[in-house]
């Protein structure tokens, strides 16, 4: 079992829609949690991190968390075509001196004009 | 543009050869990490510094690669003897000493091994 499972996708919303993004951890003390964009060639970079359970928001974006069933999502309200990219989630492990981020393999979004 | 730099942006090598990259983080961030992705999958952690001090390194860092910070400021990546398989983006992260400790990630350099 992968340590943090995303479905790969492809995804693929109309334009003013709501992405959804799931995203299951295995490590049931991590403390924190990431979500990035990665476009094509491109290196990550942060949407968002969320660390208490429920939810939050920042604009387009609201990042879910429930740690008791180990499940993190992010919506993307308003879905815009500049938002087709891959969406990398990512945890940090309860332990250990290095605050290393384990990622999923990625959701590949396409937001249909 | 996160303030993370690295460089070269691209690099294309002949199997057997030795390459470095460099990362130069932002300034006030005390943590640096190494990171390699391949193609459809998340990036992996090679390497952690904290200031100047090689923290921990994953098992995924085999004998032929070495990292640097030896100022706790820019580091170096190398490979020696690359091999095929090396292919990849090796991705420099840096964070500072918040509670947060979120992760900002530069540009990336490209490997080719051929």
């Known amino acids: 079992q992968k340590e943090v499972e995303q479905n790969s996708g492809p995804l693929s919303v109309p334009e003013g829609a709501i992405a959804s993004l799931n995203c299951t951890y295995s490590d049931r003390g991590s403390q924190s949690f990431f979500w990035y964009r990665q476009y094509s060639g491109k290196s990550p970079e942060l949407i968002m991190f969320?660390?208490?359970?429920g939810d939050k928001e920042d604009g387009r974006f609201t990042a879910q968390l429930n740690k008791a069933s180990q499940y993190v999502s992010l919506l993307i309200r308003d879905s815009q075509p500049s938002d087709s990219a891959t969406y990398l989630c990512?945890?940090?492990?309860?332990?250990?001196?290095?605050?290393?981020?384990?990622f999923g393999s990625g959701t590949q979004l396409t937001v249909l004009p | 543009d996160t303030g993370v730099s690295q460089n070269p942006r691209h690099k294309i090598t002949k199997r057997g050869q030795n390459v470095t990259f460099r990362c130069d983080p932002i300034s006030e961030h005390n943590r640096l990490y190494w990171y390699r992705q391949t193609l459809g999958q998340g990036p992996e952690f090679l390497t952690y510094f904290q200031n100047e001090a090689q923290l921990e390194k994953s098992r995924l860092l085999s004998d032929r690669f070495s990292a640097e910070r030896p100022k706790g400021s820019f580091s170096t990546l190398e490979i020696q003897r690359t091999e095929q398989g090396d292919s990849a983006m090796y991705l420099c992260?840096?964070?500072?000493?918040?509670?947060?400790?979120?992760?900002?990630f530069g540009p990336g350099t490209r490997l080719t091994v051929l």
């Open positions: 990512a945890v940090n492990p309860s332990s250990g001196s290095a605050r290393q981020l384990t």
């Open positions: 992260a840096t964070s500072d000493r918040g509670s947060t400790d979120t992760q900002y």
């Open positions: 969320i660390y208490s359970n």
